[in-house]
């Protein structure tokens, strides 16, 4: 069935961003990555393609005009990009809709990069991280969050939906009751009763669709098709979910933040050899290769980094799709036949889709990258190298990557081309905070590390306070479309 496409009430993007302040001459396109047309639906669908996939995968891209006036601010936002500024990664320019950033926010990214000194001798590489734990709500997320808030604004709306059991969850619960902005979760039925209760606690109401049996792709699938019929852009609520293509914008930063981080001189920028990104959905590493791509276009680099995908053994679609070299549609994983201890290990990152994974491999193969997969005694392992050689900086700066996360340096030993001179950036994509039990069980046998652990944590608990907030609601579904809508219109202000 052909489901029309909800139009905005202006012609482009721009239209109203330039009209409300005249100032403003950056101007942005909406385009299907599909058919290439122009695409300006505002529940981010197409009509071009008829199979189910095509509801539920990111198909919109968003790309700047590149006038003069567009090269001359963004590279002078670039030159300026300030690690203290108030407005985080809205100060830069590259971004749509930056003129609705928000008074009174917490700035988001700026985030640190660490040289592990010890760990490179150790690995053979010159390897630096990226923390990314560092953000407001402890995760990366919060840069594309923070993208998905700007449109909402500039459209004048009060609402959005999301689908997501993880971080993703946590931190549009947070910019969304910062904002006033009434956010409706929606997760699956086989979701741990203690993170919908973490997502209730950060302020959104919850949809909990299907019993215990019901796993994330049968909930995304009803949640798309709700999308597609235009019930939540009907009752003006935005799409925040993986689909809303403004939200690799906000990676895109992290690519323009290494950059002015690796380079001592902002005139001569340098590129490290290698980016490694921990991949489930695909939209963190696709929207770093756009970054670092644009700022090629722009002159401001002279070469690209290889790109390398990392996921756990058996649950990472991308790390399919670049060894078939399949780029035209999704690949899937069988998590039944994963290995347990990897699935418990990697609960935060196992995907058996990834909702950007088709524009994450064509990121991995354009750049001559690679895709690798670790199992769970590689992260241990790593987590123990770690905490063992990097302790100063551990303890002194906080650092302690979630277990997910690790495998962006446990995928370092994987990738046999490495050159010990060669400089990888790894992605840590969120902090240990919320993994406290699973990195003592893992740091078994060694109190000393644990130890450390543990202080850590108690000096990061500090940083992160929620302040007062209403818990969100909670309510249970069947696995039924009428039955999602129903509940979705109760729940809705
Ligand atoms: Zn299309």
């Known amino acids: ?81 300030s690690f203290t500024h108030q407005q985080g990664i809205a100060q830069y320019k590259a971004l749509p809709f930056r003129e609705w950033y928000p008074e009174h926010l917490e700035p988001i990214g700026m985030t640190p990069l660490h040289y592990l000194k010890n760990l490179s001798s150790l690995y053979g590489a010159r390897i630096y991280i990226k923390n990314e734990g560092n953000n407001p709500s402890g995760c990366f997320k919060d840069r594309e969050t923070l993208l998905a808030l700007l449109n909402t604004r500039r459209r004048g709306l009060r609402h959005a939906v ?69 019930i939540f852009s009907r009752s003006k609520f935005d799409n925040w979910s993986v689909r809303n293509p403004y939200r690799v914008h906000g990676d895109k930063t992290t690519a323009l933040e290494i950059v002015k981080q690796f380079s001592d001189n902002p005139l001569v920028c340098q590129v490290p050899d290698y980016i490694i990104v921990p991949t489930a959905n695909g939209s963190c590493l696709a929207g770093i290769w756009k970054g670092f791509r644009e700022l090629k276009q722009l002159n401001i ?49 196992l995907a058996e889709e990834g909702y950007d994974s088709i524009e994450a491999a064509k990121a991995v193969i354009s750049s001559d990258g690679i895709a690798v997969e670790v199992n769970s005694e590689d992260i241990q392992n790593t987590l123990r190298d770690f905490l063992q050689q990097e302790r100063q900086l551990a303890g002194e700066q906080a650092v302690l990557p979630e277990p997910a996360s ?31 039990e699973m990195i003592d069980q893992l740091l078994s046998g060694y109190p000393d590390l644990q130890h450390l652990v ?14 007062s907030i209403t818990k969100g609601r909670r309510r249970d579904v069947a696995a039924d479309f009428d039955a999602v809508v129903n509940v979705f219109n109760e729940l809705k202000r």
């Open 406 to 436: 690790l495998i962006s340096i446990a995928a370092i030993k994987k990738i046999k081309c490495i050159q010990p001179e060669n400089t990888v950036v790894s992605i840590i994509t969120g902090h240990g905070l919320k993994a406290k």
């Open 301 to 349: 680099i002279s070469k690209l980094p290889k790109i390398v995908s990392v996921g756990i053994k058996g649950a990472n679609p991308v790390f399919k799709a670049v060894r078939r070299k399949q780029t035209g549609r999704p690949e899937r994983c069988d998590l039944s036949l994963l290995n347990t201890e990897d699935a418990n290990i990697g609960s935060t990152i």
């Open 1 to 81: 069935m052909r489901h029309p496409i909800h139009k905005e009430d202006s012609e482009t993007d721009s239209a109203k961003a330039t009209t409300a302040l005249p100032h403003t001459s950056i101007a942005f396109e909406k385009r299907c990555l599909y058919c290439g047309e122009l695409n300006n639906s505002i529940n981010y669908t197409c009509n071009c393609k008829f199979e189910d996939w095509f509801k539920e995968y990111r198909i919109l891209d968003i790309q700047p005009l590149v006038t003069p006036i567009y090269r001359r601010e963004v590279i002078k936002s670039f030159r300026n990009y």
């Open 162 to 230: 999301i689908y997501s059991s993880g971080n993703a969850a946590a931190s549009a619960a947070i910019l969304a009751q910062k904002q006033d902005i009434q956010l409706i979760t929606f997760v699956a039925g086989d979701t741990y009763p203690e993170k919908i209760e973490f997502i209730r606690e950060h302020g959104s109401d919850v949809i909990v669709v299907g019993d215990e049996n019901t796993n994330f792709e049968t909930g995304f699938r009803l949640f798309a098709r709700v999308n597609a019929e235009n």
């Open 454 to 467: 543990a202080d850590i944590i108690k000096k990061k608990q500090h940083d992160i306070s929620l302040g």
